[in-house]
Antibody, heavy 120, light 107 residues
Framework: VQLVESGGGLVQPGTSLGLSCAASGFSFSDYGMFWVRQAPGRGLEWVAVIWYDGSNKYYADSVKGRFTISRDNSKSTVDLQMSGLRAEDTAVYYC??????????????WGQGTLVTVSS | SYVLTQPPSVSVAPGKAARITCAGNSLGTQAVHWYQQKPGQAPVLVVYADSDRPSGIPERFSGSNSGNTATLIISRVEAGDEADYYCQVWDSSISWVFGGGTKLTVL
C-alpha cells in the first residue's frame, strides 16, 4: 500500500488550495479514504472521509462548508479542495485508507503528508 | 462532541511495560484504535478494535478497553518504541475522534 500526497504549499488567508493523494498497491475502489491533519506541534485531527464509491462524504465541523473531498476511482486518487483558508488550517495533511468500504472505523495505512501553511 | 483524554506523557525504563490510557464516556462500549507516530513520520496503526494487531506489529503491543478507559500496553519496551501514541474512536455523531496524544519516553 502506498499513499502519496501532493499540492501543499504557502498560501495567503482567504485563498484556495487543492491537495491530491495518489494511491497504489491495493484495490482503491474497495476502500473509504480519509484526510487527517496535524498542526505544528499538535495532535491529529480528522478532516474528511469519503466512501469507497463517493456516495457519502463527511466533514469535521472546523472545515464544513469550506473543504470538499472527492475521489476518482479510475485514477486511484482522492482530493481535498480547500477554500477560505485560515491561519488555523496550517498543518500537515495526511491521506489515509479506511479499513473498509463504508463506515470505516479506523485508518490502516497513511501517507507521509503534505504541509499547508496559511500566512500573509 | 465526544472527547478522548490521554496523559501528555508516560516514561518507562527499557524492558519494562508501558501503559498508556485513553479515557472517554462509556468508552468500553466502543472500539478503540491506537496509532504510533515517531518524530517526522506518519502515524502507524498498532492496535485496532481494542486489542487486535495489524500484520507486522510485534506481539509486545496489546490493548484493553473497559468501562471508561482503554489502555495500550507495550511490554518489554525498547528504545525504538519512543514515540507519540494516539487513541481513536468512531463517534455516532459521525465523526472520527482522536485523543490528544501521549509522548512515550524510554528512560
Amino acid at each position: 500500500v502506498q499513499l502519496v500526497e501532493s499540492g501543499g504549499g504557502l498560501v495567503q488567508p482567504g485563498t484556495s488550495l487543492g491537495l491530491s493523494c495518489a494511491a497504489s498497491g491495493f484495490s482503491f475502489s474497495d476502500y473509504g479514504m480519509f484526510w487527517v491533519r496535524q498542526a505544528p506541534g499538535r495532535g491529529l485531527e480528522w478532516v474528511a472521509v469519503i466512501w469507497y464509491d463517493g456516495s457519502n462524504k463527511y466533514y469535521a465541523d472546523s472545515v464544513k462548508g469550506r473543504f470538499t473531498i472527492s475521489r476518482d476511482n479510475s485514477k486511484s486518487t482522492v482530493d481535498l479542495q480547500m477554500s477560505g483558508l485560515r491561519a488555523e488550517d496550517t498543518a500537515v495533511y495526511y491521506c489515509a485508507r479506511g479499513h473498509s468500504d463504508s463506515w470505516p472505523n479506523y485508518l490502516d495505512f497513511w501517507g507521509q503528508g503534505t504541509l499547508v501553511t496559511v500566512s500573509s | 462532541s465526544y472527547v478522548l483524554t490521554q496523559p501528555p506523557s508516560v516514561s518507562v525504563a527499557p524492558g519494562k511495560a508501558a501503559r498508556i490510557t485513553c479515557a472517554g464516556n462509556s468508552l468500553g462500549t466502543q472500539a478503540v484504535h491506537w496509532y504510533q507516530q515517531k518524530p517526522g513520520q506518519a502515524p502507524v496503526l498498532v492496535v485496532y478494535a481494542d486489542s487486535d494487531r495489524p500484520s507486522g506489529i510485534p506481539e509486545r503491543f496489546s490493548g484493553s478497553n473497559s468501562g471508561n478507559t482503554a489502555t495500550l500496553i507495550i511490554s518489554r519496551v525498547e528504545a525504538g518504541d519512543e514515540a507519540d501514541y494516539y487513541c481513536q474512536v468512531w463517534d455516532s455523531s459521525i465523526s472520527w475522534v482522536f485523543g490528544g496524544g501521549t509522548k512515550l519516553t524510554v528512560l
